[in-house]
C-alpha cells in the first residue's frame, strides 16, 4: 500500500487526518479487490464506516480553539489573565513589550462556547482591549 501511494502526487497538502484515513481506506479498498480478496474489502469496509462516522460524531463535541489579543499597560497584568484563564487550557503565543505598552496574543481552547472570562479581563484596570478571534489552524476554510 505504502508503494502505490508512493506513485500518487499530492498537489496539496492532506491538513485533516480524516481525509487521510479515508484516503489510506481507499487505496486499501482497491488493493484488496484487485487481488480478489472481495471478504477482505467488504469487512475493511464495513470497519471503515463505522469509524469515521464514530470519529466524525466526536468531532463536533470538540473544543473551539480562540486567539485572544491583548493590549495592556503596566507590570503584573499578564498574572492576572493566567489566573483567569486557569481553568481553560490556554498558551502564550507571543508577547510583544514596547515602552509602557505590551501585546500578548494567547490560544485558548473554549468549551461549549463559554467566553465568559473575557468579561473578567476586561474588568481588569489597566487592559486596554481585548479581540477574540475563532481559530481553526489553517488560512483557507
Known sequence: MVGAL????YRTAVKDPMD???LFW?????????AGMFYI?????VIMVLLLWILSS?????DEMYILLLHYDGEGIDEEVRKILGTNPYQIKSKTMRKNDTEMAVEVRVRKHDLSFTDRI???ENIKDLTIVQYRGDYVD
Open 20 to 22: 487521510l484515513l479515508f
Open 6 to 9: 508512493s506513485i500518487v502526487r
Open 122 to 124: 476586561r474588568k481588569i
Open 26 to 34: 481507499a487505496v486499501a479498498a482497491g488493493i484488496a479487490i484487485g
Open 58 to 62: 466526536r468531532k463536533h463535541g470538540r
Open 41 to 45: 474489502a467488504v469487512l475493511t469496509s
